[in-house]
C-alpha cells in the first residue's frame, strides 16, 4: 500500500475478517478509512456492497488476508475467509509465502494451495523471508515451473526491518506516526523486490463488478431525525465503518467529541456511542476527566440511551485494573471492575443472543459479531442484567450489561448482521429527543 501510495495512486485498503488493529495501519499509510469485509457477518451481497462503496474515488484496493488464505470460521469449510472473499469480488489473489529453509519445497505449498480451491484464482506469488537474491531464484525457477503462474518478487530476510508485536498497544504508536521510518522502509523494499508493475497489471485484470446492488443500503437516505454522540479519539475509535454509515442512512446525525481530551457529550445529543479501543492505555487521563464522567452519569441518569462496545464497556464500568495492579475508576454505570491481564482474554467471531430486550434486540433476537480483548470483569455485582448468550468456538457464555436504556458488552456487533437493531437503537433515540423537547431543557 505504501508502494502505490508513493507513486501516486488513491489505495483503498481492506482487511478480511473482524480486525480494528490492521485497518488502523492501512489508514495511517493510505490517508483512507479501512473498511473490513467479513461474510460471516453480513450476506455475501453486502460484502460486495461493502466493496464497491468503499472503492469510490481509488484507483487501486488492496486487501488484506487473515490468516492462510482458506482459513475461516470453520476448519470445514472457508467461510469468512479471505478465499471466501476473493471468490465473492473475483479478486486475483497474492499468494504471500514464506520460505526460509525452504527450495523446490516452495512449489509444492503453493501447488497445494492452487488445488485446494480451482476457483480461487492465484494470479502470482511473492516470496518471504528469502535468504539471498540466489535463494530467491531457485524458489521462483521452482513456483513458475510446477505452477504456471509469476513470482510478482522476493522480500529478504532483514533483522532491521520487522513488524512491532501486534497488540492494542501498536495503535498509539500508528497514530503518533512513531512507525512512520517503518512504512517508508517497506515501500521502499517493496519497489526494489517486487515488480509492483506486474501487480498493478493483475489488478487491472480483474473482471468489473459493475454498479453495487443496495443490500444494507437499501432505499434512498433518511433524512436526520435525531442527534448521536460518538466517542472518537486515541482511546475510541474502533468502529466498523458500516456500523456509523448504516447510522446515518437511516436518519442519525452523527457528531464526533473526545472524552480523552476532556470534550463532554455534545449538547442536544439524544445517543450516545462510545466504541471500542484501548482506554487501559489513557486510564491516568480519563479518570482525571471527571466533568466528563459526571456529564455521561447525568445523561444515563435522564434516560439518554448508551450503547457501548469492548473499550466502552470498560469505561462505562467502576473502574480498570491495569496489568501492574493500579486502579482507575471510571464512570460507575457497569457494576463490574475491569481487569487487565496480559495474556489474551479472548477472541473470534460471537454470535449474540438477547437474553432480554435492551437496547438492540428484543429478546431471543440474534446478532453477529467478535470478540477480542485483553481483560475481564470482576468484582461483578449481583443480580447482575446479562445482555446476551454468546456462541462462539468454545461453546456458550453470558455476556454485556442491560439495564434500561443502557447496552454495553465486550461484543462489537456488526450492524449489518441485523441492521434492524440501527432502527430500535434510532427509534428508541427518537422517544428521548421527545421527552427532553417537552421538559424544554438541554441535555
Excluded at 65 to 93: I, Q
Excluded at 109 to 121: E, H, I, N, S, T
Aim: glycine residues 10%.
Amino acid at each position: 500500500m505504501a508502494a502505490l501510495r508513493k507513486r501516486g495512486l488513491v489505495v483503498q485498503g481492506f482487511k478480511v475478517g473482524p480486525d480494528y488493529i490492521d485497518p488502523t495501519f492501512h489508514r495511517a499509510v493510505t490517508g483512507r478509512p479501512a473498511r473490513n469485509l467479513d461474510p460471516w457477518m453480513v450476506p455475501e451481497a453486502a460484502v460486495r456492497e461493502c466493496f464497491l462503496r468503499g472503492c469510490e474515488g481509488a484507483d487501486v484496493a488492496v486487501i488484506e488476508g487473515v490468516m492462510g488464505l482458506y482459513d475461516g470460521k470453520d476448519p470445514r469449510s472457508d467461510e469468512g475467509s479471505t478465499a471466501h472473499v476473493a471468490r465473492l469480488l473475483e479478486a486475483p489473489v497474492i499468494l504471500v509465502t514464506g520460505v526460509h529453509s525452504m527450495a523446490r519445497s516452495a512449489a509444492a505449498v503453493v501447488l497445494g494451495f492452487q488445488k485446494l480451491d480451482p476457483r480461487v484464482r492465484i494470479a502470482g506469488v511473492v516470496a518471504n523471508r528469502v535468504g539471498s537474491a540466489g535463494h530467491g531464484e531457485i524458489i521462483r525457477t521452482a513456483v513458475e515451473r510446477e505452477c504456471g503462474i509469476p513470482v510478482f518478487g522476493t522480500l529478504p530476510r532483514r533483522e532491521d526491518v520487522r513488524m512491532p508485536e501486534r497488540h492494542l498497544g501498536l495503535v498509539p504508536a500508528v497514530e503518533r506516526g512513531e512507525l512512520e521510518d517503518l512504512f517508508d522502509r517497506l515501500a521502499a523494499l517493496t519497489e526494489e523486490w517486487i515488480d509492483v508493475s506486474a501487480l498493478l497489471k493483475a489488478a487491472r485484470e480483474a473482471p468489473p463488478l459493475g454498479e453495487p446492488v443496495p443490500v444494507l443500503f437499501a432505499g434512498p437516505k433518511s433524512p436526520a431525525r435525531v442527534r448521536i454522540a460518538v466517542a472518537w479519539d486515541s482511546a475510541f475509535h474502533f468502529y466498523y465503518a458500516e456500523n456509523l454509515e448504516l447510522l446515518e442512512h437511516r436518519g442519525a446525525e452523527l457528531v464526533r467529541f473526545s472524552p480523552l481530551a476532556g470534550e463532554e457529550v455534545p449538547e442536544g445529543s439524544d445517543g450516545l456511542y462510545i466504541g471500542g479501543g484501548f482506554p487501559e492505555e489513557f486510564a491516568p487521563v480519563l479518570a482525571e476527566r471527571r466533568a466528563v464522567i459526571e456529564g455521561i452519569r447525568r445523561l444515563h441518569a435522564s434516560g439518554m440511551p448508551i450503547y457501548a462496545e469492548c473499550g466502552g464497556l470498560m469505561y462505562l464500568s467502576r473502574g480498570i485494573e491495569t496489568a501492574d495492579g493500579r486502579f482507575y475508576p471510571m464512570v460507575g454505570l457497569v457494576p463490574a471492575v475491569v481487569r487487565m491481564q496480559r495474556e489474551l482474554a479472548a477472541l473470534g467471531y460471537r454470535e449474540a443472543r438477547a437474553a432480554r430486550d435492551h437496547l438492540l434486540l428484543a429478546e431471543g433476537e440474534t446478532a453477529r459479531g467478535h470478540e477480542f480483548h485483553y481483560s475481564r470483569l470482576a468484582e461483578i455485582e449481583e443480580p447482575y442484567p446479562w445482555a446476551y448468550r454468546l456462541t462462539g468456538r468454545r461453546g456458550s457464555a453470558p455476556e454485556g450489561f442491560a439495564r434500561g436504556m443502557l447496552l454495553a458488552s465486550y461484543t462489537h456487533l456488526h450492524f449489518g448482521s441485523r441492521p434492524a437493531m440501527v432502527d430500535r437503537w434510532l427509534a428508541a433515540c427518537a422517544a428521548f429527543r421527545e421527552r427532553r423537547q417537552g421538559r424544554s431543557d438541554p441535555v
